[in-house]
């Protein structure tokens, strides 16, 4: 966790994105600096539109900011490309690949024989509930199974970085809690670096190490909490009096800046 | 019965129709005197299919030789012209508008000059079928490799893949749906290419057998071979409904539960 010289797993330099629409160049996101160490998890909350998912196409190298600079392993990296593992806020099942084929989409796309893959892969079909559903096609799963082949499918990029984006976003209050709890268990033992971009101020409490919060577009952090809660973690800690004390000042962070243009609905 | 599997009800109606139409047909050729040579009745058409069929099937088989080849070639040809117009602005701006001037030539006028230049045999009839058949399957392709989403080809750069790694994962099983409905219409289509290839100037093949029968007022052996070439369209139409079927089991999953 803590390096004799602190070498950041993630850095973003002073990064801004800007769009086009038309004529009209539309600012989404920053300037905006972010350090990560390694095996941190932190989360970004934020309203809606405000630039999360553009920041984590950022880090993946999908776009590339304005201006400003991004860092990976203390050094700059202008192709960064397949250097993070990044769960996008949609599942991208392919639809034509079974689940089995979906997942190992990463380690096919490294030119790993199939059958080291498969070998690699198979004991985490277990580990995710998913052994008896390889040979499924995605149209034939629930929306939490698809989600749980997503989130499969990025571990198996095996890259020490991963961008979560809302990875249970589309899913009921129930089987999200017990994702969650999943995940914690998941990341506690696994040592990986988490960046994970969530609408849900609990589920980022209880995850992460630190918390960023945005305001609305063009998206800048607003405020960081670091989260001094013990672990391992669990829901029963909800009612702590730091995280209560958390989750106000996070909730009383985002009412200031989110006008009525952002309804408060349930995610 | 209305539960008979092999005939559901949505099937009997249109079967209904037909031999209802076969029947008046019959009728009217003997209840009116229609001489044979106008308009033979379908019990003498089918009488010549069988009385003919060494001749006939002689002549279909040269026929399916230029459809075959034609389809091949057109969606080798396709392939290739599609690929190259969703890859590369330039190819798409010089190419594409004459893909689509190809389909204004008028074959029955392109027809002769091919004769010239290929004379009788296979080559002018295969070229007949390409330019009837490359279209729609090119067009198809085409939209279908620009309708991919573009997050799944996010996705592939995202894990580090190649351009080429997304044309093969990502692109072209996102094309093949639309690759099949153009390839069904294409095969809809090809037999009348070849029939019109044959037009022009052959020795074989049905469209040639049509002229000499028609020529000689063999009316029902023309009928036989119309019925021919139709029953031949319908099957390849069904022939490549049935290699869709077996390249996307995933479109059947959607419809199922586990
Ligand atoms: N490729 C693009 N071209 C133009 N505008 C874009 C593009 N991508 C995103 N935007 C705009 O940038 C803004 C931020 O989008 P982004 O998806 O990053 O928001 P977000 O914070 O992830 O929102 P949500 O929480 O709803 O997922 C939005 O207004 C969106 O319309
Ligand atoms: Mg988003």
Redesign the pocket.
């Known amino acids: 966790m803590k390096s004799p010289s602190p070498l950041w797993r993630v850095e973003l330099r002073h990064v801004t994105k800007s769009?086009?629409?038309g004529r009209q160049p539309?600012s989404?996101?920053g300037p905006l600096d972010l350090r990560v160490a390694d095996r941190e998890f932190v989360a970004l909350v934020?309203?809606?539109?405000?630039?999360?998912?553009?920041?984590l196409?950022l880090i993946a190298g999908i776009?590339q900011p304005t201006s400003g600079e991004v860092w990976l392993d203390g050094e700059l990296a202008p192709e960064r490309l397949g250097r993070v593992a990044y769960m996008h806020?949609r599942d991208l099942l392919l639809p034509w690949r079974t689940v089995l084929e979906n997942a190992l989409l990463p380690l096919e796309l490294r030119g790993i024989p199939r059958r080291e893959a498969v070998a690699r892969a198979l004991p985490w079909f277990e580990r995710f509930g998913l052994a008896e559903f390889t040979q499924a096609y995605p149209a034939q799963l629930s929306g939490g199974m698809r989600q749980r082949v997503a989130f499969l499918r990025t571990l198996l990029a095996d890259r020490p970085l991963l961008l979560l984006?809302?990875p249970f976003g589309a899913l009921d209050a129930l089987t999200r809690a017990s994702l969650q709890e999943w995940l914690l268990a998941l990341w506690e033992e696994l040592d990986r670096t988490v960046i994970l971009?969530t609408?849900d101020v609990e589920e980022a409490l209880i995850l992460s190490d630190r918390v960023f919060v945005?305001s609305p577009?063009p998206?800048t952090i607003v405020c960081e909490l670091i989260v001094e809660l013990p672990r391992p973690r669990s829901y029963a800690m909800v009612t702590d009096p730091r995280f209560v004390q958390l989750k106000a000042e996070i909730l009383a962070h985002l009412r200031a800046r989110t006008t009525l243009e952002v309804p408060l609905h349930g995610t | 019965m209305a539960h008979n599997r092999l005939l559901p009800r949505d099937r009997i109606l249109p079967l209904l129709i037909l031999a209802a139409a076969t029947f008046g047909w019959e009728l009217a050729t003997d209840v009116f005197q229609i001489p044979r040579w106008v308009l033979p009745p379908p019990s003498a058409v089918l009488h010549a299919l069988v009385r003919d069929q060494q001749l006939l099937l002689r002549h279909l088989a040269v026929t399916m030789e230029e459809v075959g080849l034609g389809l091949m070639l057109s969606v080798l040809l396709a392939v290739v012209l599609a690929i190259g117009i969703v890859s590369s602005r330039l190819v798409e701006r010089s190419v594409y508008p004459l893909v689509v001037a190809s389909q204004a030539v008028p074959i029955v006028a392109l027809a002769p000059i091919l004769l010239i230049w290929f004379g009788y045999g296979l080559t002018p009839k295969v070229i007949v079928v390409v330019l009837v058949c490359f279209f729609p399957i090119a067009v198809n392709l085409v939209d279908g490799l620009r309708g991919v989403d573009r997050e799944f080809v996010d996705l592939v750069r995202s894990l580090g893949g190649t351009p080429w790694q997304a044309l093969r994962v990502v692109r072209i099983p996102a094309a093949l749906p639309s690759f099949f409905s153009g390839l069904r219409v294409a095969a809809a289509v090809s037999v009348i290419g070849a029939l019109i290839g044959e037009w022009v100037g052959s020795s074989a093949g049905l469209g040639y057998l049509m002229i000499r029968a028609a020529s000689q007022f063999h009316t029902d052996r023309v009928f036989a071979a119309v019925l021919l070439s139709a029953i031949a369209s319908i099957a390849l139409f069904w022939t490549v409904g049935l290699l869709e079927y077996v390249a996307l089991p995933w479109r059947r999953a959607a419809k199922t539960e586990p």
């Open positions: 769009f086009y629409r539309l989404v996101l934020g309203p809606s539109g405000c630039g999360k998912s553009t920041l196409n776009e806020q984006d809302e971009v609408h945005l577009r998206g």
